[in-house]
């Protein structure tokens, strides 16, 4: 009976760290996060953080992986503390990197992709800690956008018919469109590969709506084109297009109204202009 009472009084070691540290209020390893950009703009310097406590264990190791590859790590017990492999080792700043801060400089879009750190704890618990996060590289687009309709006097009961036209960049520009404020849909999407040989795409956007009665405010139609890429690129291009209201019928007829651009739009003028005169010569000769 007392050896059996003995061998119940046994407890493996573990337990009893484990009973310790929760009379004690001892903690180890926790409160691991880890901070990636979601987006960054080709060839900028990265930060990435991966921050924890410790608490009363002690650091064995900081591992950071693109993917399932390590290419970064941190040892305190070794000299250097940091070691760096890989492809991505030539992309470590080893200077200003550390076993929280991760630098990466000139950032490529092979760059692109899940990037983790894995932290352990040192003897006795070896706790180890993993998580990920993604990270985007882009091109941003050079420029605003730009808009082109068919013509800059509308009535009620016509068609308005333009497209948004977004500078090349990779990846491709996401579009909005608002009518005097209001949001409307895309009457299509299309990217267009820009032959540049950086996989570049130019992004259109159209737009083909029909104006009912109360379109206009004050006689006009604001038309608005909203591009961004992430929280890297934001610009927008916009439009005032005016109501058009009968009006008498001139003696040289009806002139066109299509909006064709600022240089053909003078071009016509001086055409206009030249007929005018012309007739005013032939009367006086």
């Known amino acids: 009976?007392?050896?059996?009472?003995?061998?119940?009084?046994?407890?493996?070691?573990?337990?009893?760290?484990?009973?310790?540290?929760?009379?004690?209020?001892?903690?180890?390893?926790?409160?691991?996060?880890?901070?990636?950009?979601?987006?960054?703009?080709?060839?900028?310097?990265?930060?990435?953080?991966?921050?924890?406590?410790?608490?009363?264990?002690?650091?064995?190791?900081?591992?950071?992986?693109?993917?399932?590859?390590?290419?970064?790590?941190?040892?305190?017990?070794?000299?250097?503390?940091?070691?760096v492999f890989g492809p991505l080792a030539s992309k470590v700043d080893i200077t200003h990197s550390n076993q929280h801060n991760l630098i990466l400089k000139d950032v490529q879009h092979d760059l692109a992709g899940r990037y983790r750190c894995e932290v352990s704890a040192d003897a006795p618990s070896f706790h180890t800690e993993l998580l990920s996060s993604y990270m985007h590289v882009v091109t941003l687009p050079q420029g605003n956008p730009s808009i082109h309709v068919e013509k800059l006097r509308y009535a009620v009961g016509d068609t308005v018919r333009g497209n948004c036209t977004v500078p090349p960049g990779n990846p491709t520009s996401n579009v909005t469109w608002t009518v005097n404020e209001h949001r409307v849909n895309s009457s299509f999407l299309s990217n267009i590969s820009a032959n540049t040989g950086e996989n570049l795409q130019i992004t259109i956007a159209g737009l083909d709506f029909e104006i009912i009665p109360d379109s206009f405010s004050n006689g006009r139609l604001h038309i608005t084109c909203r591009a961004n890429l992430f929280h890297l690129y934001q610009a927008e291009a916009d439009i005032i297009l005016e109501e058009e209201r009968p009006r008498l019928a001139s003696v040289l007829g009806t002139r066109e109204s299509s909006y064709i651009g600022t240089a053909a739009k003078r071009s016509e003028d001086w055409i206009y202009m030249g007929v005018v005169v012309n007739l005013i010569l032939c009367g006086l000769r």
């Open 1 to 83: 009976m007392k050896s059996t009472a003995r061998f119940r009084n046994v407890r493996p070691f573990s337990l009893s760290l484990l009973v310790f540290a929760t009379i004690t209020g001892v903690r180890g390893l926790g409160n691991v996060s880890i901070k990636v950009p979601l987006a960054v703009a080709n060839g900028s310097t990265v930060n990435m953080l991966c921050s924890f406590n410790l608490e009363s264990d002690t650091l064995y190791t900081v591992k950071w992986y693109k993917g399932l590859q390590e290419f970064f790590r941190y040892v305190p017990k070794e000299m250097p503390h940091i070691t």
